[in-house]
């Protein structure tokens, strides 16, 4: 069904054209704008245009690189795929609040019509313009209304019924979105926690290493001057048996 709403939505803001221009991008690589306009047979401004409805709607997205040879930048467009039960959820939320809007005006107003089918008016128009056709003269005749709020109700609850299935396939994506997003953030906080374990046993390790650094020097000292006293006092001794 997804596929269905797609190819719909993306024939209603760029026609059949759009559409194949749509079906020759990809989801994972990038692809030249040149080589789509090959491919179709299009002129590369028509094949443009349609990608910029399509990159106007978050459906598409593009890269750009230097050709080294000519010079010029040629860009490369990518479908995103993911964007599309968004884009498709939003349009036809925003269709639900026309359509709902739409009848409650049919429902609480009086039309005319000309017989000719020239325009059709409401009340406060018809009055204005004597109930005379503005266009042809013919005298205006009030709408059946009943069939148009009818053809509306049924179009409603269709739009109602679209959404409902795009809407419940959103929350599937918001919610494994969230799942991911939560173990990327774990196995960063458990990254962090072992780098600073890690740091903090380097530090401790340093620290008791110098400290038993201090303690050995400090012993060879006392060993030193230990035995410098004990050279000096044989000295002292040697003097006074020769005296």
């Known amino acids: 069904m997804i596929r269905k709403e797609f190819k ?4 209603m803001i760029s026609g059949e054209d759009g559409l194949k221009v749509a079906q020759a991008l990809k989801s994972k690589d990038y692809t030249s704008e040149f080589l789509i306009a090959e491919n179709l047979e299009m002129e590369i401004n028509h094949v443009r245009n349609l990608l910029y409805k399509l990159f106007h709607y978050n459906l598409a997205s593009f890269i ?26 939003r349009y036809l939320k925003e269709r639900i609040a026309k359509v ?5 005006i049919e429902k609480n107003n009086i039309f005319f019509v000309c017989p000719n089918k ?4 409401d009340f406060d128009k018809a009055t204005e313009f004597n109930y005379l056709c503005p266009e042809c003269g013919e005298l205006l005749v009030q709408d059946k209304q009943e069939g148009r709020v ?28 969230i799942t991911i997003t939560g173990a990327i953030a774990a196995k960063q906080k458990r990254n962090t926690k072992r780098s600073r374990y890690s740091s903090k046993n380097k530090y401790s390790k340093g620290s008791r290493g110098n400290r038993s650094k201090v303690r050995s020097n400090k012993l060879k000292r006392t060993r030193l001057s230990g035995r410098a006293r004990r050279g000096k006092k044989a000295g002292s001794r040697t003097t006074r048996t020769k005296r």
């Open 8 to 11: 719909n939505f993306v024939k």
């Open 64 to 89: 750009r690189k230097k050709d080294k040879t000519k010079g010029w930048y040629v860009y490369y467009w990518i479908l995103n795929k993911d964007n599309i039960p968004f884009v498709i959820g």
């Open 100 to 104: 709902n809007e739409q009848i409650e």
């Open 118 to 121: 020239c325009m059709r008016l």
């Open 150 to 177: 009818e053809e509306m109700e049924n179009e409603l609850n269709d739009l109602i019924t679209r959404y409902n299935y795009i809407n419940e396939l959103i929350n599937k994506l918001n919610a494994k979105r």
